[in-house]
């Protein structure tokens, strides 16, 4: 069984600070690893993904995560909070097996202040 | 379209009815999931088809709960006498054959489903 633990429903940065959304997560064997982001009444769009590899992934909008699997971990971080990156982050996990279903963790709303 | 679509994007509903709901996925894409956003949570998995196999159901939270779809287009959920819990987000997603690796999942806008 897998799951996903994203540490924090909100977070609040001011624009220009960095950003840290948490993700921790169990998987019996070696996964795949994804954030995805929602912006308000839009639907999932990937951000990045972790398959095989390059520990450290760069996504889109300046983006990225590393895979630190002795610390089952995939934080997400952008050196620079811009205003447009208001929204609600999700972690997932999935296994390479079977469906490859995705697992989601309960996300963490990011709030960019002036 | 270029994108997953979802019919209709609302639905509010009284407690006891039968709704569906429609996800056509991107043409050419064998694999389809459907997954619920409850308020404040993440996806949860509920249903996933794979071409002309069976589907795999695992995720289903009860029998009023079915879904179908007919070769490798069109999917429908559907949700026998409705309760308040049902109320949430239901999000369909599809991707390519699964042929080892992994296919990215594209997601649709989702059906915002309200039960009174």
């Known amino acids: 069984a897998q799951s996903v633990t994203q540490l924090g429903s909100h977070v609040s940065v001011s624009e220009g600070a960095l950003v840290l959304l948490r993700c921790n997560y169990s998987?019996?064997?070696?996964?795949?690893l994804f954030w995805y982001v929602q912006y308000p009444n839009q639907g999932l769009q990937l951000l990045l993904k972790?398959?095989?590899?390059?520990?450290l992934v760069k996504g889109i909008n300046g983006f990225e995560a590393e895979f630190k699997k002795s610390e089952t971990s995939f934080h997400l971080t952008k050196p620079s909070a811009h205003m447009s990156d208001a929204a609600e982050y999700f972690c997932?996990?999935?296994?390479?097996?079977?469906?490859?279903?995705?697992?989601f963790g309960s996300g963490t709303r990011l709030q960019v202040q002036p | 379209g270029a994108g997953v679509s979802q019919s209709p994007s609302n639905k509010v509903t009284e407690k006891g009815k039968d709704v569906e709901l429609r996800c056509d996925p991107i043409s050419g894409h064998t694999a389809l999931y459907w997954y619920r956003q409850r308020l404040g949570q993440g996806l949860e998995f509920l249903i996933y088809f794979q071409g002309n196999s069976a589907p795999d159901k695992s995720g289903l939270p009860s029998d009023r709960f079915s879904a179908e779809r007919t070769g490798e287009s069109v999917s429908t959920l559907t949700i026998q006498r409705t309760q308040q819990e049902d109320s949430a987000v239901y999000l369909c997603?599809?991707?390519?054959?699964?042929?080892?690796?992994?296919?990215?999942?594209?997601f649709g806008p989702g059906t915002r489903l309200t039960v009174l």
């Open positions: 997932a996990v999935c296994e390479d097996t079977g469906r490859r279903a995705l697992t």
């Open positions: 997603a599809s991707s390519l054959a699964l042929a080892g690796g992994y296919n990215e999942q594209f």
């Open positions: 972790y398959t095989t590899g390059a520990t």
């Open positions: 998987s019996s064997v070696p996964p795949y």
